[in-house]
């Protein structure tokens, strides 16, 4: 059965201070690893697809990485607006993903 | 563009009432999914369909029918409420296998 953990459940930042929030996973064959970001009361926003160890990207202040067991979200100099819930999933077949329970991060002013 | 619309955003079911949830999406995307979330639990797959025509169960379907007649459309049918399903329910869609979902902004059902 896919397992996808994530860490910390909640992380609080000042505004500047860089950190990553960490996805760690067990697939039989993975196909895909997906971030996903989610504010309060609205679904799912999609932010990147990684689909091999090694695969980098990235977008505005944020870059995901990819090993074999978990993949990265580091966050560069967040701002307030960067405050969301931060879900990872991954695919190991068809287009079905298994997500993990997120992570909620606040950064303050 | 509207993407993914879900109707109603909100409801509240007695034990045993029926209801359907709506969910509509205009990118002619093929792949729709229902999840719903739980605080602290991840979003978890109901059912899913990969075309007109084409439904499987995910994860936690009982409780729970779908239809897919259209290519646009896929209702989600609670039948006999219960409390456990209270819940945040989201409809997704995509465009081909293995790419991101676009997901609608949820229906929030409390069954009382």
């Known amino acids: 059965e896919d397992q996808v953990t994530q860490s910390p459940e909640a992380l609080r930042l000042q505004e500047g201070e860089s950190s990553s929030l960490n996805c760690s996973y067990t697939v039989s064959g993975l196909r895909g690893l997906f971030w996903y970001r989610q504010d309060p009361g609205k679904g799912p926003e999609f932010l990147f697809t990684?689909?091999?160890a090694g695969e980098e990207k990235e977008k505005e202040r944020l870059k995901a990485t990819l090993t074999k067991k978990e993949s990265f979200l580091h966050i560069t100099a967040p701002k307030p607006e960067d405050s969301a819930t931060y879900l990872c999933a991954v695919n190991n077949a068809g287009n079905m993903l298994t997500f993990g329970g997120g992570t909620r991060l606040m950064v303050k002013p | 563009n509207a993407g993914v619309t879900q109707t109603p955003k909100f409801r509240i079911l007695k034990i045993g009432q029926s209801m359907t949830l709506q969910c509509t999406q205009d990118?002619?995307?093929?792949?729709m999914y229902w999840y719903r979330q739980d605080p602290g639990m991840g979003l978890k797959l109901i059912y899913y369909s990969v075309g007109a025509g084409i439904t499987d169960k995910g994860e936690v379907p009982n409780g729970y029918n779908v239809s897919r007649s259209t290519t646009e459309d896929f209702p989600l049918r609670l039948e006999l409420a219960a409390p456990s399903q209270t819940s945040v329910y989201f409809c997704?869609?995509?465009?081909?296998?293995?790419?991101?979902?676009?997901f609608g902004s949820g229906t929030r059902l409390t069954v009382v």
């Open positions: 997704a869609s995509s465009g081909r296998a293995n790419y991101g979902y676009t």
């Open positions: 990684l689909y091999s």
């Open positions: 990118m002619n995307h093929n792949y």
